[in-house]
């Protein structure tokens, strides 16, 4: 972000934002935001994620209008709709914004086409709208609920009142779309549903946007870029791919997918590869983003990189670096694969195998890990 777009390409910028719920000290965790800073390139897909109570809604709520921040400032689309050495703060309705909230903010009064219509009729941009009744139809119409455009609100279900709301939002124009955890009042199967249709929306209108959740699956699967949150700071802007491959610290390699987090006595570089010594052996790290060499620290390995091996029929040999001896303590048939937890010296470590593996708890094994898929990292 900050060092991913020009200012001029960046349809939101955030600098050094804090937002406090009473009166913390500089510092204090009881500031909801502490001081973040982001930008979000124009037409691009921004997820705000990280656990409950991190300062995701916060934070979202500070680019409504709806919170007013204790410091920073706030660019939109050109406008500084917020700068607190300015003592500007411009209202929620004056921001070039729409806003999907949890509870999609449905009118039950009104019917589908009405809400639909209710921006061109009543919102920031309702001077001089025509056609309003035929443009609100044909939204309803790509998100397919034209067929249910005279009903009242209240008798839509939740998939269908998840799409008016975001029919609703999109007819306002917004030069910024914001989601708070639009899909988490949906059952498992409709979310992984309408994330597609959503993401396919925000493609076709290409509206910069930023989405709220605490679902990891959810931010890798729609976002260009994910902001991981925690107590109110920023642990690391990225491509969801780089994420997963290149975590910077332990708490996102931990957040984002499954790791197998191994601490590190000591590390070293050689050869351009970092050297990890633990306690269950020394792994050789290699490829790209690898931390600096230091004491402590961890050596990450996702699950499905783990190499599980019946001992006596070592394909590359005996044990050695990369390869330590286990035993198979949990395993878990998943259909595609198996799960299984390895002890390694008393540290579990968990592993995706293939389903035909024959292994089962009670095993001798052999683990290991090619090293680029062996990623060191200090903090
Ligand atoms: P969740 O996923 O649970 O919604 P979040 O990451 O969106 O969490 P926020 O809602 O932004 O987190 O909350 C950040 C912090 O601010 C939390 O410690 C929360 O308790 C606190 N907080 C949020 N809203 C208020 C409020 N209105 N008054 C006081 N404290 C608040």
Wanted: glycine letters at 10%; charged letters at 20%; a neutral charge.
């Amino acid at each position: 972000m900050s060092n991913m777009t020009t200012p001029n390409e960046s349809s939101i910028t955030i600098h050094e934002l804090r937002k406090a719920y009473g009166r913390p000290r500089a510092g204090d965790p009881a500031y909801a935001v502490d001081g973040i800073s982001f930008d979000v390139p124009k037409g691009k897909f921004v997820t705000l994620l990280g656990p409950s109570g991190c300062g995701k809604t916060t934070t979202l709520r500070c680019l409504a209008g709806l919170e007013q921040p204790d410091g920073g400032r706030i660019v939109m689309a050109g406008q500084t709709v917020f700068d607190a050495a300015q003592r500007r703060q411009v209202s929620a309705e004056d921001r070039p914004i729409a806003m999907v909230p949890q509870h999609y903010g449905i009118w039950p009064h009104m019917t589908v086409l009405d809400n639909a219509a209710f921006p061109l009729r009543h919102g920031r941009n309702r001077k001089g709208q025509q056609n309003v009744k035929q443009r609100a139809l044909d939204m309803l119409d790509q998100v397919g609920l034209s067929g249910v455009a005279e009903r009242w609100a209240t008798q839509l279900s939740g998939g269908q009142q998840q799409r008016l709301a975001l029919a609703r939002a999109l007819l306002s124009e917004p030069e910024v779309l914001l989601l708070d955890e639009p899909l988490s009042n949906l059952d498992a199967k409709l979310r992984t549903k309408l994330r597609l249709e959503l993401r396919a929306f925000q493609e076709q209108f290409g509206v910069t946007s930023v989405y709220v959740t605490h679902d990891q699956a959810e931010a890798l699967a729609l976002s260009d870029i994910v902001v991981v949150m925690n107590q109110g700071r920023i642990e690391q802007i990225d491509r969801p791919e780089r994420l997963y491959q290149q975590p910077k610290s332990a708490f996102v390699a931990d957040f984002i997918g499954s790791a197998n987090l191994i601490p590190v006595r000591q590390a070293s570089s050689q050869s351009g590869n970092v050297l990890a010594n633990t306690h269950i052996g020394t792994f050789t790290c290699a490829g790209e983003g690898q931390d600096t060499p230091s004491a402590g620290g961890n050596v990450c390995i996702r699950p499905e990189n783990i190499d599980v091996e019946a001992a006596g029929s070592h394909r590359n040999g005996l044990p050695g670096q990369n390869r330590m001896p286990g035993r198979i303590i949990g395993a878990e048939f998943l259909g595609d694969r198996l799960e299984l937890v390895i002890d390694v010296e008393g540290t579990k470590l968990r592993a995706s195998a293939p389903a035909s593996l024959t292994a089962r708890p009670g095993d001798a094994v052999v683990v290991g890990v090619q090293p680029n898929h062996a990623r060191y990292i200090a903090s």
